[in-house]
């Protein structure tokens, strides 16, 4: 198993989970690569890769194009089953193209209240198969969010990831109540966040500070009140991040 951009290219936990039959998913992906391929543009691509650090190969799409380009693909489709869902997202990440890897994590974004708590392997698998944040960031926060907001036992298997060796899935586990807002679960979050305070990796430091700037949305005094009694166990840049639009520590 290689290494890629802080993380691994297959699923820590074991073999990729098996791809459900889904005609619709058929459907879908022929429809995709004959749409996203038609569109390429291999002159963008080159500068579009080096920007992401090499993580994957592009087709050349940006994001207008592509979000347009996904509607003409899923025009007239009906509303997919959990394993329409989980079919369509697997199939899209074995293709190299990154913007593929985008449309899954739309779909799944967009389908998410659909599915249930048995999604979230899959959604680790993702997590930690070609990783890198442009993928992570979403998944974590709108996916596994999502999942954990509709079944709060799953917040045990959060407390498991933030004590992964993936990196990718410490991140996960710190994003993942983004938008929880007032339904977060405050005690979990500032202990993620201590969890992982000492994490050697910008990419850790980087989410736990964003973490907690969202949070202080809702409650900056609880935030405030936290970092009062822990910053000196952050670096400087997830304190920084935390008190970007709200006073320091007192």
């Not at 079944?151 to 983004?178: K, P, S, T, V």
């Not at 339904?183 to 994490?199: I, S, Y």
């Amino acid at each position: 198993m290689s290494v890629t951009a802080g993380g691994t290219t297959g699923d820590a936990a074991g073999a990729a989970p098996r791809i459900p039959d889904s005609a619709l998913a058929d459907s879908v992906l022929e429809r995709l690569t004959a749409v996203y391929g038609a569109a390429a543009d291999p002159g963008r691509a080159p500068a579009m890769r080096a920007y992401m650090k090499d993580v994957a190969p592009f087709l050349g799409l940006t994001t207008p194009v592509r979000r347009a380009l996904s509607r003409t693909v899923l025009a007239g489709t009906p509303r997919p089953a959990e394993s329409d869902c989980v079919a369509v997202a697997l199939r899209c990440w074995r293709l190299p193209e990154r913007e593929y890897h985008y449309f899954a994590v739309d779909y799944l974004r967009r389908h998410v209240g659909r599915c249930s708590s048995a999604l979230l392997p899959v959604v680790r698998h993702l997590l930690t198969t070609v990783p890198w944040w442009d993928t992570v960031d979403l998944l974590a926060a709108h996916v596994a969010g999502g999942l954990v907001a509709a079944d709060r036992d799953l917040a045990a298997q959060m407390d498991a990831w933030i004590e992964d060796g993936d990196m990718w899935l410490a991140r996960a586990a710190l994003l993942h109540q983004l938008r929880h807002r007032e339904r977060a679960d405050t005690e979990r979050l500032f202990g993620h966040c201590l969890r992982q305070a000492g994490h050697e990796d910008f990419f850790v430091r980087k989410a736990i500070g964003w973490a907690l700037r969202e949070y202080a949305k809702t409650d900056p005094d609880a935030v405030r009140a936290f970092l009062a009694r822990e910053g000196h166990r952050f670096a400087p840049l997830s304190v920084r991040e935390a008190l970007k639009n709200i006073a320091g520590p007192a």
